[in-house]
């Protein structure tokens, strides 16, 4: 792995930099998971656009700039490391952006991707069933063809920013009659607000409505909206979850700043003894997911592809977020009771780390079953 990065990648980092030096907020939006900071997160989103930098991978064509894959790792680095505000857009422009490079037609990617950069429409995604969450091959909601597409009908829980989001992407039983629970799938993406959807909020630790339940009766879906072709949802799901698992959902940057905030909060409450080696695993982690995440981007540039070893990144990072808020909340002691901090609310998202993107039960199985060639396991 060459660690050196070339001068056009420098002059791109410098450059982000000093956009983002110029343009994040003094203060922190609201919370995103509240209808008052959606909407200003959808502004932010639209102040990114404006210049090009809130899709910075994609094809100028569709907002982006070309951005390398280094490159977006770097502009990623500093965008945490400036403290700009979380990103609302994430399931869209981490999720379904690159299932639809991978398996979109051109029309969609004309249609979908620019509103999306820009913050125009937020999307959900809608795969957990109330029996089918991390079985995700059991889901039962189906899409029934129609007079020019789908009507759906089912049931989809713990859909992340369904709460306040436009549209939704998720996976449809349309063949019955398959042999196998993961055949006869079609991958589908819908309007929030169509006549047969009902949206509702689940609150999380805090109250936030993080998620929704969504109930849908016969939601007509066109033609247009139906992503790879019929009956293949689950390989076009798969290329989604990579993304998710892998180096797309959660980039080093975010870590890095984290882990420095940590540093900062412990140097900030005298460097009492009994947190040192609790600041320092923190610190050795995320460097070492840092140098993880580069490695592996040198290797999808060579050609190769991410495969089962997103699952150990995966179970890395939800299970460092926890230990390092942990470790903010017992030095900040009684302060973090108080709603509304940032450690507070980040330590209530980083429980669900280990759940979402798939149970890291699951990811276990990948690692021992596909990495490590160890026997299946009972389920």
Not at 78 to 95: D, F, I, M, T, W
Not at 246 to 262: K, Q, V
Not at 267 to 288: E, K, M, N, S, Y
Request: glycine share 10%; with cysteine; aromatic share 10%.
């Amino acid at each position: 792995m060459d660690l050196t990065h070339s001068p056009a990648d420098e002059a791109f980092r410098a450059e982000a930099r000093a956009w983002l030096t110029a343009h994040v907020p003094a203060g922190p939006l609201p919370s995103l998971e509240s209808e008052e900071g959606f909407a200003a997160h959808r502004v932010w989103e639209a102040e990114l656009a404006a210049d090009r930098w809130s899709v910075v991978s994609w094809p100028a064509v569709y907002g982006g700039r070309d951005a390398g894959l280094l490159s977006w790792l770097a502009f990623e680095e500093e965008y945490y490391a400036a403290g700009a505000p979380g990103r609302v857009g994430q399931n869209g422009v981490s999720l379904l952006a690159p299932t639809l490079f991978d398996h979109g037609t051109e029309e969609q990617r004309a249609r979908v991707l620019p509103p999306m950069g820009r913050g125009e429409v937020i999307w959900a995604q809608a795969w957990s069933e109330p029996e089918a969450g991390s079985d995700l091959a059991a889901l039962r909601s189906r899409a029934v063809r129609t007079s020019g597409g789908w009507l759906l009908s089912g049931r989809k829980t713990w859909s992340s920013r369904a709460a306040f989001a436009d549209r939704a992407f998720g996976l449809f039983r349309t063949d019955p009659a398959a042999a196998k629970p993961h055949q006869g799938l079609s991958y589908l993406m819908f309007d929030l607000r169509a006549p047969g959807v009902t949206v509702r909020p689940i609150a999380r630790l805090d109250g936030k409505p993080a998620f929704a339940e969504l109930t849908l009766d016969e939601v007509f879906v066109p033609d247009e909206d139906l992503v790879g072709e019929p009956g293949q949802g689950w390989r076009v799901a798969m290329s989604t979850a990579g993304n998710e698992r892998g180096l797309t959902l959660r980039s080093p940057g975010r870590f890095l700043a984290a882990a420095e905030r940590l540093h900062r909060l412990w140097r900030t409450a005298g460097c009492p003894d009994w947190a040192r080696d609790r600041v320092t695993d923190a610190l050795i982690g995320a460097r070492a997911y840092q140098l993880f995440t580069y490695a592996a981007a040198s290797r999808f540039l060579d050609g190769e592809s991410l495969g089962p070893e997103s699952s150990l990144n995966k179970v890395f990072w939800s299970e460092y977020d926890i230990a390092l808020h942990e470790t903010a909340l017992d030095l900040l002691g009684e302060q973090a009771e108080w709603a509304g901090t940032d450690w507070a609310e980040g330590y209530v998202f980083a429980l669900a780390g280990p759940i979402y993107a798939g149970t890291n039960e699951i990811q276990r199985d990948i690692i021992a079953e596909r990495l490590l060639g160890l026997p299946k396991g009972r389920r």
